[in-house]
């Protein structure tokens, strides 16, 4: 096992579809929303994320108790050696 | 803070910022901050708002083979403040301080079964009996280092038992053993976790990120640093995001970097049972660059254990876009990237691996003959290896729908994870977030996670080599080294050629033969370095066959045994409220629990179980919103000026200074106020009795009461930190409730002449120990009070305060146990409360006139029980207090006080394990009588981002302390409050 294999064999493959599902997330076919239509979407209950005061330290004890994190709210840093 | 999407989407809609709050900055923010990297978005608003948060985990027991343990499983208990603010109309900042304190027994590693890794401290006198101790017994024949007793006592009875024996069947598996190492049944491949407790471990966070709005886009460039006693981490970012599409579309992306440290005293009881620190204190022969790919870590002596350090650099990278699909749901996708490079490992945990030595297996010279097995095998902890690069990518998908028939929103999440450590993880999330009224809010949610496992993981490894094996050359035979001098790099060969001489005599220096100094075999001894004999009959008989550690190159390059890299699943279930309390002021609260198993995998094939085990975690969050209460606060001035005879005393009135708890009532039935006080006391300097410091001799020969005090108290520092949320239902009556934090350091040195300065019971340890730094926090009692107005006239106020204190703080906080030892109870002065249900009346006085006020308040704490569930209370205490203030302008006012307190001496004593070696170990150098005068500033703020609220700062310095018995100087205290009145 050399290191540019695991660079560039299997993770960048499989980040090829990730980056198509992204692109595809971009550019899918959305119906115009016009400014005074979003009164919905402002709504308390639809923001992305609700419960932000808890999400902060329950994502901390999570991502030091799981090998994967990322995209998710993160504290700095800290051992986690527990 | 990261990366702000449709921050301004409420302005579009025209909607009031206090309807638009919690608004889509958060969006990318939760979905695009790094672990490790990123600042922690706590966006509870795009206004200024403060937010308090407290957070207790904790995991459930484990199995650990049949073994009772009498370990507490893991706890975290966290606390978050946090403070956004405007600088001005474009920038805005945000301040948090984040705290954890970690505690508990965790794996330290994997073994079979058999190996009895839990078994308990009193039965194990004979566990190494039959193991192949000898391989590495050359390290007990040195006498040389005073290190020798404490590797004999380790392996005799410490905890845990990271060295031990296996037997095993021809196809390695390891066959049930009984404590004794005997085989009594077939094979037995039930793998069970080595617990060891550890000291609680306290982590502080500072964030600072700043943002600047411009038009159609968003800035933001953060930093901080997290710190604990052995790690720390200096990170910061920058980020950015833009608008397309009439904001339908908003693109973000973000680069971090943080810095990372470890400096791992290695732990105490796990130094004598992991190899690299033996080998390389005992053997001096060790490599000290630890990881062998990247030089990122090293493996030092230190004064009393090895140390690990380690560095490492991490690299982020993401960009998101966030899209509105139509009028009720959007769409939030990011990807991020990060890149590791440097020390990765756990420095506290360690892989099991089990050397079969070829030379010591049956049929061999060194083997059992009536073996019922088929391999013998020592096992052995090593440290854990993790490679020095990890790349790591995630892809977060986010969809929001809104229900119209409930009102409700429902999020789903989906995250793929994949490093070049082989793990990869699917991560489902679903969120129904039901408002139930105006202001309540459900939210019932789930959460599956599933991971594969590193590809370097392993419960444990089986190598065909000896521990240590003996160095033969293939022409010369066996090779010698003088025991005397190790490290000359002289080796020795006994000449094969020469005349064999018949054993004449079994004493040594009798063994001569002609002219020539013989070896054992009789032979001449050749120094390989120069080919000549050796002539010299001691050096000879100094000789033994050298032997070498084991070949690392047999085992595989990186190798862990952690947990949280094996495959497993984790399943959540959780429900969440939220309640608004009207004024600005949220409540949120949060309940979840935690399912972690190895056959909750995605496809089965994960970790045995005896790797599961259930957690849950508690939550309970605060935010209020400052731009509510500023225009709150606005309307009522309004109000007070066309009203001038309104009363609003307490928002005109000069705060009390800070340290004055109690101090008033709110004046109209429905005010809320929430207030923040830190109290921070400095104890360090001469340890007085009856007014006199106290010399080393003074204390060894009286300050512990029939024993001597070997170590003494040098610098202590107590903190608390309170929230104080007060209500009033009428206009007589103020309720309050005060949860508070607390943490308590205490830093010891040895005295001069002390009888001891260490050993290996646990009055030894204790000594040894007290080194370190002590260190407890967690949460504190909790108190409540109600303030009843007895009279209120146009200039003053009297009013009677009854409080209830309940004990929610631990009074059992206990140090690890070490080498075996029970170590019992920390000192008195670092448990968190009193343990105890106890009663505090007041009664205050308080006047004004237009710039002086003043106040009288007595207090006093009568504690309700006869002893806590530690086996003792806490003194009564008496305070009174005398202050007056003086208007300096408008704003600030400055403030003198006198206290006197009386408390008294703890009665009773622990009633478990305690190793008393310093005063605060005994209950008469406690309690007293204490006379403080203080000086205070406050600040009571009308106009601009802050109104409403209210700054105070005191410091108490302590002037005529008359403390009973033998205890460290009081240097002073300080008391910083806020408040706001809602």
Redesign the interface.
């Known amino acids: 096992m050399t ?1 540019p294999e ?2 560039f064999g299997q ?1 960048v493959l ?2 090829r579809i ?2 198509m ?2 692109l595809a ?2 550019t ?1 076919g ?4 016009e ?24 994502t ?2 999570q ?1 030091s ?18 | 803070m990261v990366v702000a999407v449709t921050e301004h989407l409420g302005e579009y809609l025209g909607l009031e910022p206090s309807t638009g709050k919690t608004s889509l900055t958060c969006l990318t923010m939760a979905a695009m901050a790094l672990p490790g990297l990123m600042m922690q978005p706590v966006c509870a608003g795009e206004g200024d708002s403060v937010s308090f948060v407290r957070e207790h985990y904790s995991e459930g027991k484990r199995d650990i083979g049949g073994f009772n343990s009498k370990f507490q499983p893991i706890r975290v208990d966290s606390i978050l403040g946090n403070i956004n603010f405007s600088l001005d109309g474009e920038l805005k900042g945000v301040v948090t301080l984040t705290q954890d304190t970690w505690s508990g027994a965790t794996p330290v590693a994997t073994a079979p079964v058999s190996a009895h890794g839990n078994r308990e401290t009193a039965s194990h006198t004979h566990v190494m009996t039959g193991a192949s101790m000898d391989t590495s017994g050359h390290i007990h024949d040195d006498e040389e280092g005073d290190m020798a007793a404490p590797i004999a006592h380790a392996i005799s009875g410490a905890s845990p038992y990271l060295y031990s024996a296996l037997k095993l069947d021809a196809q390695y598996r390891p066959l049930m053993t009984n404590s004794e190492g005997k085989v009594v049944g077939g094979v037995d491949t039930h793998l069970v976790h080595t617990l060891s407790s550890a000291s609680p471990e306290v982590r502080q966070q500072w964030d600072l990120t700043i943002s600047r709005q411009l038009k159609g886009a968003k800035v933001n460039a953060g930093g901080g640093f997290s710190n604990e006693r052995d790690f720390s981490s200096l990170f910061g970012n920058v980020s950015g995001s833009w608008d397309f599409n009439r904001k339908l579309t908003t693109l973000s992306a973000g680069l971090s970097y943080a810095h990372n440290k470890t400096v791992a005293l290695l732990d105490h009881d796990l130094v004598p049972h992991v190899y690299e620190p033996y080998m390389l204190t005992y053997e001096r022969r060790g490599d000290d660059t630890y990881n062998r790919s990247h030089a990122s870590s090293q493996l030092a002596l230190g004064k009393r254990a090895p140390t690990l350090t380690g560095e490492r650099d991490d690299w982020g990278v993401n960009v998101g876009a966030t899209q509105i699909l139509n009028q009720s749901a959007l769409l939030e996708t990011t990807l991020s990237f990060t890149h590791s490079l440097g020390y990765q490992s756990n420095p506290y945990k360690a892989v099991e691996v089990a050397f079969i030595d070829p030379l010591k297996q049956k049929g061999q010279a060194g083997g059992n003959s009536t073996a019922n097995y088929t391999y013998d095998a020592e096992l052995v902890a090593i440290l854990e290896q993790r490679p020095d690069l990890r790349n790591q990518g995630s892809l977060n998908l986010k969809y929001i729908q809104h229900i119209a028939a409930t009102d409700a929103a429902l999020h789903l999440g989906y995250r793929y994870f994949q490093d070049t450590w082989s793990i990869r993880s699917h991560t489902w999330d679903a969120e129904w977030i039901q408002p139930l009224s105006k202001t309540w809010s459900l939210t019932p949610r789930l959460r599956y996670y599933s991971q594969t496992q590193a590809d370097f993981y392993t419960a444990y490894l089986t190598t065909n080599q000896g521990l240590y094996n003996t160095v033969t050359d293939p022409a010369k035979g066996a090779i010698y080294i003088d025991t005397r001098n190790t490290t000359n790099g002289i080796r020795y060969y006994e000449d094969a050629t020469g005349t064999l001489a018949p054993p004449q005599d079994t004493n040594p220096s009798s063994r001569k033969f002609g002219q020539a100094v013989v070896g054992a075999h009789g032979r001449a001894v050749i120094n390989q370095n120069t080919g000549a004999a050796v002539s010299d009959q001691a050096t000879v008989d100094a000789l033994k066959q050298d032997t070498l550690p084991f070949d690392r190159t047999m085992l595989p390059a990186y190798y862990s045994s952690d947990q949280r890299l094996s495959g497993f699943g984790t399943l959540t279930a959780g429900v969440a409220l939220t309640k608004n309390l009207g004024n600005g002021a949220n409540l949120e609260l949060s309940y979840d629990q935690i399912r972690h198993a190895g056959n909750l995998k995605m496809g089965g094939g994960g970790e045995g179980r005896y790797a599961d085990f259930d957690a849950y975690v508690f939550n309970l969050g605060l935010n209020i919103d400052l731009d509510e209460t500023r225009r709150r606060h606005r309307v009522s001035s309004q109000n007070d000026h066309s009203d001038p005879h309104h009363a609003h005393p307490q928002s005109h009135a000069l705060p009390a200074p800070a340290g004055v708890q109690l101090d008033h009532l709110l004046a109209n039935r429905g005010d809320m106020m929430v207030s923040y006080r830190f109290m921070g006391t400095q104890l360090d300097g001469n340890i007085n009795y009856h007014g006199n410091p106290s010399s080393d001799y003074a204390l060894i020969n009286h300050a512990c009461y029939g024993h001597p005090c070997y170590v003494r108290p040098t610098n202590m520092t107590m903190s608390m930190y309170m929230l104080d949320i007060m209500y009033a239902p009428t206009d007589w009556l103020t309720l309050m409730v005060m949860p508070q934090f607390v943490g308590m350091n205490m830093d010891m040195r040895l005295l001069d002449e002390s009888p001891r300065n260490g050993g290996m019971d646990a009055i030894g340890m204790a000594i040894t120990h007290a080194e370190n730094r002590h260190t407890t926090s967690g949460l504190g009692d909790t108190e409540f009070h109600g303030l009843i107005n007895l009279l209120r006239l146009d200039n003053a106020e009297l009013h009677l305060g009854l409080g209830l204190s309940a004990p929610t703080a631990a009074v059992d906080v206990k140090m690890r146990p070490m080498m075996g030892n029970d170590m019992g109870f920390y000192e008195y002065g670092m448990q968190l409360g009193s343990g105890t249900w106890d009663f505090k009346p007041s009664l205050t006085m308080t006047g004004q006139t237009t710039y002086l006020a003043w106040g009288a308040q007595i207090s006093h704490t009568k504690r309700l029980e006869d002893q806590n569930d530690s086996g003792y209370t806490l003194g009564d205490q008496f305070q009174s207090t005398l202050w007056s203030s003086r208007a300096l302008n408008r704003t600030f006012s400055a403030s003198l006080r006198g206290v006197y307190s009386e408390q008294g001496a703890i009665n009773g004593a622990f009633n478990n394990t305690h190793v008393p070696i310093s005063t605060g170990d005994y209950p008469q150098n406690t309690g007293g009588h204490l006379v403080d005068v203080g000086l205070g500033l406050a600040a009571t703020i009308n106009s601009g981002a802050f109104a409403g609220t209210a700054w105070s700062l005191e410091w108490l310095e302590p002037v005529a302390d008359r403390p009973q018995g033998y205890q460290l100087e009081r240097k002073g205290t300080l008391v910083f409050n806020w408040g706001i009145h809602l």
């Open positions: 290191l695991r660079y993770t499989s980040w990730h980056a599902i992204f997330a971009l899918c959305c119906t115009s929303v400014p005074w239509q979003r009164g919905t979407l402002a709504k308390e209950q639809m923001a992305p994320n609700p419960h932000p005061l808890q999400n902060v330290l329950r901390h004890v991502n108790r799981e090998a994967a994190s990322g995209g998710d709210v993160a504290a700095g840093g800290g051992c986690g050696c527990y």
